[in-house]
């Protein structure tokens, strides 16, 4: 079985690099820029992997906002010039969504069966790219919906909240999803593709939070002596949705943020 890994120095690309270890070929977006298809294909016709695992994506939701023919083109285009060459050389695509293709109006957690409606840019290249698979015909396909990422290697919202440590007054909102540890959700998606699985899941961590109960929780680890101010929204570019939860039926969910958080924190 051999891995094309795409984005192997993300959050979650470069955890699928640590636990893949063998017959892979693991590029970065800088290694293969998949808005090219010219380039796309000729790499895949290249290594003619079984799986094609993309993580490559541009998950900066104010960034997407602003940069909008750059995030249709990496988010939606890129994963079309994947599709195709996974379609010619028959190789299982495997791709990830978010959360935010809902519109957060909802007050139980979303099921595969809701119907997206995204409400900023980043959500709607990541609904575009989903429809561009699920509209073509080709059933050699996973689509994984995940929300609230953290983990090593890159950015995330638990690292921005350690950066907040030395600051007296921290201010939160009430944006509610479930935080998923990349090493977890990678882990499962390995499983899900040695087991066959096929199709569009929901799979993320068991519990959902506020972004201002999930600040409280780590900050108490660190014995913050400051104040964490609740507030309805910050004025940002793009809009959130305010509950994006997701059921993860008819899967098992990940294990919950707590104690994902707490290993994240004893190796960071």
């Not at 575009?128 to 609230?148: M, P, Q």
């Not at 593709?193 to 201002?212: A, W």
């Amino acid at each position: 079985m051999k891995i094309l890994l795409i984005g192997k120095n993300g959050l979650l690309g470069s955890e699928f690099d640590k636990i893949i270890e063998n017959n892979k070929l693991s590029l970065s977006r800088n290694e293969l820029d998949i808005t090219k298809l010219k380039e796309t294909l000729e790499i895949v016709r290249k290594y003619k992997p079984d799986i094609i695992i993309n993580c490559s994506a541009i998950s900066n939701v104010d960034y997407c906002e602003e940069n909008i023919e750059q995030a249709i083109l990496v988010n939606t285009i890129g994963v079309e010039n994947l599709l195709i060459s996974a379609i010619e050389t028959k190789a299982l695509l495997v791709h990830f969504s978010t959360d935010y293709v809902f519109d957060g109006n909802k007050n139980s957690p979303y099921t595969i069966y809701d119907i997206p409606n995204p409400i900023n840019i980043y959500g709607i290249s990541k609904l575009l790219s989903e429809k561009i698979i699920l509209n073509s015909g080709y059933e050699n396909y996973l689509i994984i919906r995940t929300s609230w990422l953290f983990g090593k290697g890159r950015s995330s919202f638990i690292t921005k909240i350690l950066s907040l440590l030395n600051q007296d007054v921290i201010y939160m909102t009430d944006q509610i999803s479930n935080p998923t540890y990349s090493k977890d959700l990678a882990k499962r998606v390995m499983k899900m593709i040695n087991e066959n699985y096929r199709g569009l899941f929901h799979l993320t961590g068991s519990l959902s939070v506020s972004r201002y109960e999930l600040a409280k929780f780590v900050l108490e680890k660190f014995n913050y002596k400051g104040k964490i101010i609740l507030v309805n929204d910050f004025p940002s570019k793009a809009k959130r949705p305010k509950y994006s939860s997701l059921d993860n039926y008819p899967l098992e969910p990940l294990r919950d943020y707590k104690s994902a958080i707490e290993e994240f924190l004893s190796i960071t």
